[in-house]
């Protein structure tokens, strides 16, 4: 939930599912939370401002949109999609990447009702007119495309974006074959090539113009003169999903890290698949503890190590009555949605990570003479915080996590078997080591795994080595 770039997540451990917390009242015969597919799909807690055009836009990605019913006086709206398929598509996304329209938190669930029926009001009547000129719009392909090659500008590039998160991005209008990305002129740019020019041409209706995150990394989406894209290797820079079997080149890391391959975990980065909206992610954690009596203190120092990775971490607090549960406070939402990204569905300590949006829009301290037994901390002032600084480079640093970490501000007198061993001693297997050849204040470390790398994150980042010299772990792009 979002208020005044404040954001707020539940961390969960355990297996269990998680929900998006809808009520179980009642409206005109819908169950809330029915997980019963059904073509029509139920819309709650819509801005009050909220237009036709913004509703069917959440669907069209997903199918045909073939009727739709707006009931503005309670926030709500029916959408009926073209097949169950579409309908059953559109909410799992939508479970995954909660929908942000206008700052507010859009729920979406199937319905109870099988087929819409709408009678000829005013209000249905305009309706109607939005949903035939959006459907046109999006399905028409009597008007051929220029081309089957999109041409991307990022502007205003704030946080970093990369090419996994353009393909998570476009691949919402249809399969991405190929794609390039560059720099020009100073621009962070990409070349995208569709099989058709339909998905081109709904792509570019529905993204251009669209901010990759609130209030900045514009996307500018032109037809390219191109026909067809060229790519020579798979690695960060370029990609051909049509030719596997191509070189990396150059020693770039290979298609894309196995975190982004999970079944509905978003890319990097998440964006609008639809005009007027963005997207906030759910963030959430497992944590298998040793024993009830150490939780707090191994959520807390996850928490606050884990995360300053991905952003600064505000406040945490476990909960009092289930105490595998936790709220984390990220400095704002934009680091909350790049901490998601890259952690939901990670493994730590043999359980998966689980996130979800909170209800609280803010961690409260406790009140003065409260004490909470120590499960809320304040870690605003904290010495650790990564982003602090405007544009800081570590934004440019931000990376999945990986079995090779990177690891800087290491004093010279430390030698390849004291870190070696430092990192062993957990119980972790270190397989490969290597020193920065021009720097040796830089190394690369390659754990035994993704899970040991996240653990060893958690226990060294921040490790003093003497001399003045705290150790500074990050996840690595590269591979030893």
Known sequence: SFSGGVFTYLIHVGEGTVTNGNDSKKFKGDVRGSGVPSRVIHIRRLPSDITEAEVISLGLPFGDVTNLLMLKA???????????????????????VMPIIRHHPVYVQFSNHKELK????????RAQAALRALSTSHVDTAVAAPSTVLRVVVENLVYPVTLDALCQIFSK??????????????????????????????????????????????????????????????????????????????SQP??????????????IISAAPYAGTTHAFPPAFAIQPAGKSHLSGRVHSTMSTQKSVYGDVMRVKILFNKKENALVQMSDSTQAQLAMSHLNGQRLHEKPLRITLSKHTSVQLPREGHEDQGLTKDYSNSPLHRFKKPGSKNYS???????????????????????KMLFSS???MVKAFKFFQKDHKMALIQMGSVEEAI????????????????????????SI
Not at 254 to 267: D, I, K, L, Q, V
């Open 254 to 267: 290979t298609m894309e890290h196995p975190a982004m391959a999970t079944a509905f975990t978003p890319g």
């Open 118 to 125: 709408t009678d000829n009001s005013p209000n249905q009547e």
């Open 74 to 96: 309670k926030n709500q709206a029916f959408l009926e999609m073209n097949s169950e398929e579409a309908a059953q598509n559109m909410v799992g996304y939508y479970s995954t």
């Open 397 to 419: 640093n931000i990376f999945p996590p990986s079995a090779t970490l990177h690891l800087s501000n290491i004093p010279p007198s430390v030698v390849e078997d004291d870190l």
């Open 426 to 428: 957990s119980g972790a």
């Open 455 to 478: 653990e060893s994150l958690i226990e060294f980042h921040n490790h003093d080595l003497g001399e003045n010299h705290h150790l500074r772990v990050s996840f690595s792009k590269s």
């Open 173 to 250: 209008f249809g399969t991405v074959l190929r794609i390039i990305v560059f720099t020009k002129n100073s621009q962070f740019q990409a070349l995208l090539q569709y099989p058709d020019g339909a998905s081109a041409q709904a792509a570019k209706l529905s993204l251009d113009g669209q901010n990759i995150y609130n209030g900045c990394c514009t996307l500018r989406i032109s037809f390219s003169k191109l026909t067809s894209l060229n790519v020579k290797y798979n690695n960060e820079k370029s990609r051909d999903f049509t030719r596997p079997d191509l070189p990396s080149g150059d």
